[in-house]
């Protein structure tokens, strides 16, 4: 009598373990590609509920509107990586657009004159952002939010606080043109992703981005220069912004001092919800592309939608919400 009881309960056993593991993987799964079946199932909800969505062209749009915080979102990354912050971009791009429209009238200086005043300005503010947190011990929320208020302020004063127009057709190929039928801002973004995705796993300055995330205090201890690369990190997140602004003001056609305002934020709220943590040590480029683009879908699906601009705001500040709650979840479990 045993016996047949025993028999009859190892299939309930094997089946429990079967259900288990296929929920394990199918978590796994979810942990690792959800946001990319996010990113589908929108583009398919989107595409159904507007027949316009689901085109070439408008697909075109929604990527090359996104190319501008989806670079500035790349180099936000990094420093979440490393348990910092950087609201100094938007304010960045503003600064960038006013003297980069400067150089850049018809029959003024060459096309890599612009080009390389406008790089100088991001990787210099980047620099003193990390220099000031790393060699300063200072919050890089205050030390950024410094440079928020004064890279603003510095773009009124050098603008007066009105646009700069009257830029030269080269530099506005920059953000208006095409190569293949593709705009070069989205060729500019595939080019920064590519870079930034071999630098984050493919060599020394990556690993090390990680290990200061992951444990400062053991990064020191190994031997990582930790301020060094603090320091590189904020001037590349920089130089990242510096790349924006060039490409905004070439595609609006002029130098605006309130260019970039909330492109900080939107920056933050592609990489945490592309997976990035704000508790540092993990993120991926690929993760931060996938989270702008599911901002850029939704806001473009709701416009087509005529929503109401408020309404997407709060979508998206409950969808921010949503994704440190669950950030915060993991972390805790793990």
């Known amino acids: 009598m045993n016996s047949e009881v025993t028999i009859a309960n190892k299939p309930n056993k094997s089946e429990a373990v079967g259900k288990r593991r296929w929920k394990e993987t199918a978590f796994r799964l979810f942990g690792r590609y959800g946001m990319l079946f996010i990113l589908i199932a929108l583009i398919l909800v989107m595409s159904i ?54 150089f850049a009238h018809p029959d003024s200086y060459p096309l890599v004159v612009p080009i390389a005043v406008g790089l100088g300005i991001g990787l210099l503010t980047g620099v003193i952002n990390g220099t000031i947190i790393a060699k300063g011990k200072i919050a890089p929320f205050i030390v950024t939010l410094g440079m928020m208020t004064g890279a603003r302020g510095a773009a009124l004063l050098f603008s007066d606080g009105r646009p700069i127009g009257n830029l ?3 530099f506005k190929f920059i953000g208006q043109g095409a190569v293949f039928g593709i705009p070069l801002p989205i060729i500019i973004f595939a080019l920064v ?26 990064a020191r201890i ?29 595609r609006i056609a002029s130098g605006q001092p309130t260019a970039g305002v909330m492109y900080e934020l939107d920056a933050i709220a592609a990489a945490v919800i592309g997976g990035t943590s704000l508790s540092g040590g ?50 805790r479990k793990s």
Request: proline content about 1%.
């Open 49 to 102: 509920l507007s027949p316009t969505f689901f085109t070439s062209g408008n697909l075109l749009n929604i990527v090359r509107q996104m190319s501008i915080v989806g670079i500035v979102a790349i180099g936000v990354t990094m420093v979440i990586i490393t348990t910092g912050i950087d609201l100094s971009s938007g304010s960045v791009i503003a600064l960038v657009s006013v003297v980069v429209a400067t």
């Open 222 to 250: 190994a031997g990582i220069p930790v301020d060094r690369y603090k320091i590189m990190i904020y001037a590349y997140a920089g130089l990242l912004s510096s790349i924006a602004g060039i490409i905004l003001t070439s």
């Open 168 to 170: 030269s057709d080269s």
């Open 282 to 331: 993990i993120g991926t480029i690929g993760g931060t592309i996938i989270g702008a683009l599911i901002i850029g879908v939704m806001n473009n699906g709701l416009d087509l939608l005529n929503v109401s601009s408020y309404w997407q705001q709060i979508l998206k500040g409950g969808i921010i919400v949503t994704a440190v709650f669950l950030d915060a979840r993991k972390n």
């Open 193 to 218: 992703g590519l870079v930034s995705y071999l630098l984050l796993t493919k060599t020394k300055f990556g690993k090390y981005v990680y290990a200061m995330g992951g444990n400062e205090q053991a």
